[in-house]
C-alpha cells in the first residue's frame, strides 16, 4: 500500500517560506490526486491544495491562494507544498494526502477530506517572530 512521509516543517518568521515535501513508497504517486490538509489550533482540519494525477486540475484553498502552490516531481515519487508569505495562521500540522480512486480535484473535494485515503504523519510548521 501506499505510504506518505512529510518533510520541511520548522519555525518560520512570518512573511517568511518554507518548502513541504512528500515522499511516497509502496505504490506510484503519479497514479494518485495528491493534497496538503492542516490542522490549525482551534480550528477544524481543512484542505489546502491538491493536484490531479495529469496535473491539469488543481485547487488552492481561499486562505492561502497567491501564497500557496502544489507541485510534483513523478520522478522522484514526490508532491511538494511552496509557502510563501507566512502568517501566523498558517500555523499547524501538515498532513500529505492522496488517493488513487480520484480523477479531479477541487474546493469541493478540499473540503471532504474522506475522498483522500492515504495521509501521512503530518509535519509542524510553526509561524512566530
Known amino acids: 500500500q501506499l505510504q506518505l512521509v512529510e518533510s520541511g516543517g520548522g519555525l518560520v518568521q512570518p512573511g517568511g517560506s518554507l518548502r513541504l515535501s512528500c515522499a511516497a513508497s509502496?505504490?506510484?504517486?503519479?497514479?494518485?490526486?495528491v493534497g496538503w490538509f492542516r490542522q490549525v489550533p482551534g480550528k477544524e482540519r481543512e484542505g489546502v491544495s491538491c493536484s490531479n494525477s495529469a496535473g491539469g486540475s488543481i485547487s488552492v484553498a481561499d486562505s492561502v491562494k497567491g501564497r500557496f502552490s502544489i507541485s510534483r516531481d513523478n520522478a522522484k515519487n514526490t508532491v511538494s507544498l511552496q509557502m510563501n508569505d507566512l502568517k501566523p495562521e498558517d500555523t499547524g500540522v501538515y498532513y500529505c494526502?492522496?488517493?488513487?480512486?480520484?480523477?479531479?480535484?477541487?474546493?469541493?473535494?478540499?473540503?471532504?477530506?474522506?475522498?483522500?485515503?492515504?495521509w501521512g504523519q503530518g509535519t509542524l510548521v510553526t509561524v512566530s517572530s
Open positions: 509502496g505504490s506510484t504517486l503519479a497514479d494518485y490526486t
Open positions: 494526502v492522496a488517493d488513487r480512486s480520484l480523477l479531479f480535484c477541487g474546493p469541493y473535494y478540499l473540503a471532504r477530506e474522506e475522498y483522500f485515503k492515504e
